[in-house]
């Protein structure tokens, strides 16, 4: 039997089951796996897909309105009685009415990303009803944000794909998980297989975060150009964004390289030597670098524009290797998991 086809009867799979124990406990789902909330990708069918088979699909808010969130969350809800979350960005201006539109659809859990959520934005969504998960990139903010009511975390380090921070998960696992306790702490950042699954659930991870592996799920929309893209990258092809000057700075982002993200450093280039030829004042370049990516991972991930628009990825894309259910993924997942635990159980047996 191999590793896509099992039933999930492995021996080992009651002892991934304990590892995962609390995280799935916290998650109402049968795995302690979280979906990574990638904007046009996380969306009702893949989210769906994802909580129907065992994982916690968890739906990417963005940039979306209240009343286009409403929709996404009614989407998702026909589609799945699975419990899914939803992401909201720290920095929308109704970051608010956001929270409003979860706790009306009786969301269960709201993940705070993209900065350090307003204590009154985690106030409303508890006093609600919704549990609420933040992201934790050092252990100082770890400590403050489970003080300010956060019930879980998430640690991403800097492997993942898209926004990322400059310490990876190899560093912030053993940083964090020792010391946080009190609360579930999730792991992100460059997980592709259960072997990785099953030594972050050791080192003391409630469960895990997956984006990239899910991006070829055969339920997600993506473009097929889009997902060909991630079939044919490797690791060393997701790289984060280049700063040509200190005084330009550009919020790093990990994406396969492409002809927009050559034409990101010539576009820098230029407005550089405009700035220092005083032609345009500081602020107005700054504007202009920003703008550059503007819409570009709509046209790729919708449209199919993966030359000009933007490849988010982490660098576990070359564990991408064909597009398939994600119910297949993640009995794969899980089947690498409990073998590997059963490997290391008959190694010590023997030793």
């Not at 089951?17 to 990574?36: H, S």
């Not at 993940?111 to 969504?125: L, M, Q, S, Y």
Request: aromatic share 4%; hydrophobic share 45%.
């Amino acid at each position: 039997m191999n590793e896509m086809s099992s039933d999930m009867s492995s021996p080992g799979m009651p002892g991934i089951d304990r590892l995962m124990a609390r995280g799935a406990a916290f998650l109402g789902t049968r795995y302690a796996v979280m979906g990574g909330a990638m904007s046009w990708v996380s969306e009702r069918n893949l989210v769906a897909a994802l909580s129907n088979a065992g994982a916690f699909g968890v739906i990417a808010c963005g940039a979306m309105e209240p009343d286009r969130l409403a929709q996404e969350i009614a989407g998702t809800q026909a589609l799945t009685q699975k419990p899914f979350g939803v992401n909201l960005i720290t920095m929308h201006p109704r970051l608010d009415q956001l929270v409003d539109v979860c706790l009306e659809a009786k969301v269960g859990h709201i993940v705070f990303a993209g900065g350090i959520p307003p204590g009154g934005a985690i106030k409303k969504a508890k006093e609600g009803g919704a549990k609420v998960v933040c992201f934790a990139p050092a252990l100082a903010l770890a400590k403050k944000l489970v003080r300010s009511g956060a019930d879980a975390l998430v640690i991403e380090g800097s492997e993942a794909g898209g926004h990322i921070g400059p310490v990876s998960l190899t560093v912030l696992a053993q940083e964090i998980l020792p010391h946080v306790r009190d609360v579930p702490v999730f792991v992100a950042g460059g997980i592709g297989r259960g072997e990785a699954i099953l030594s972050y659930l050791e080192m003391g991870a409630a469960g895990v975060q997956l984006g990239t592996r899910f991006v070829c799920a055969t339920e997600s929309i993506a473009h097929p150009k889009f997902k060909q893209a991630f079939l044919r990258g490797n690791a060393r092809d997701a790289m984060p964004t280049v700063q040509l000057d200190e005084r330009f700075p550009v919020i790093p982002v990990r994406a396969l390289q492409n002809e927009g993200t050559k034409r990101f450093v010539e576009h820098q280039a230029k407005v550089l030597a405009r700035f220092l030829a005083g032609e345009v004042a500081k602020d107005a370049a700054q504007l202009e670098i920003e703008h550059f990516w503007a819409g570009a991972l709509r046209r790729a991930v919708i449209d199919g524009d993966v030359e000009q628009g933007s490849l988010m990825a982490g660098q576990s894309v070359g564990m991408v290797g064909k597009e398939q259910p994600a119910a297949e993924i993640m009995a794969e997942l899980m089947a690498q998991a409990a073998a590997a635990l059963d490997a290391r159980r008959a190694q010590m047996n023997n030793s």
